[in-house]
């Protein structure tokens, strides 16, 4: 089963507005990422928020983490064409082995 | 520094034939993970190799093996494929103990007939 699930599953914007995606987890974490891919190619590391963090920001994504209700959410401020790309959160899980779990990501198209 | 390579690109097999697949990590980099992606499945971890040795393994059939050289080159090999099988291949390669932040290659395409 997956450990996050991002939440839309699409997404649909133009240039120039916020993209906003989420992610929720099922288990108790060291970390959460966000990833970018582009279509049909290999994942690009965005951030990475630990546990003990709230937020963080990177250029214009903004991520945040909310770990009592067990999700995160990315947000890219004005959006784009070159944002267009499907999104996906991966978690560290605590305990055991680091298998990290990646949802079946959000997948964003910004219209020029 | 290069970043990680997997070789080939593409690659179109028949049912039943196996594959190899080649992964180079970014220099420095002892941990080599691979995965699946399909358009059904999502992403899923196939198995990690650290310093030679498996560390992880996901849920696949014994079909899916892997191994690590001693330059942290990596390659996975899938036998008897199966239509099923047709996915993109993506190895990941991260440095330390502590697996945090992994950095993709750019995938490879398999496309079993």
């Known amino acids: 089963s997956q450990q996050g699930e991002e939440d839309p599953q699409a997404l649909s914007i133009q240039e120039g507005e916020n993209a906003t995606m989420n992610c929720s987890y099922k288990?108790?974490?060291?970390?959460l990422q966000w990833y970018r891919q582009n279509s049909g190619r290999g994942l690009v590391h965005l951030i990475l928020?630990?546990?003990?963090?709230r937020e963080k920001h990177s250029g214009r994504l903004r991520v945040t983490l909310d770990t009592s209700k067990k999700s995160s959410s990315l947000l890219i401020t004005a959006s784009r064409a070159a944002d267009t790309a499907s999104y996906f959160c991966?978690?560290?899980?605590?305990?055991?082995?680091?298998?990290?779990?990646f949802g079946r990501g959000t997948s964003l198209i910004v219209h020029p | 520094k290069a970043g990680v390579t997997q070789t080939p690109r593409y690659l179109i097999k028949t049912r039943g034939q196996q594959v190899t697949l080649s992964c180079s990590p970014i220099s420095g980099h002892r941990s080599v993970s691979w995965y699946q992606q399909t358009p059904g499945q999502g992403l899923q971890f196939l198995f990690e190799y650290f310093s030679e040795t498996q560390r992880n393994k996901g849920n696949f059939p014994g079909r899916f093996s892997g191994r690590q050289f001693s330059n942290s080159r990596s390659e996975m090999n899938v036998s008897t494929l199966e239509l099923g099988d047709s996915a993109l291949y993506l190895c990941?390669?991260?440095?330390?103990?502590?697996?945090?932040?992994?950095?993709f290659g750019p995938g490879t395409r398999l496309l079993v007939l």
């Open positions: 288990t108790s974490i060291n970390n």
């Open positions: 928020i630990r546990s003990n963090e």
């Open positions: 990941a390669s991260s440095s330390g103990q502590r697996k945090e932040t992994q950095y």
């Open positions: 991966a978690t560290d899980a605590t305990g055991g082995s680091y298998i990290p779990t």
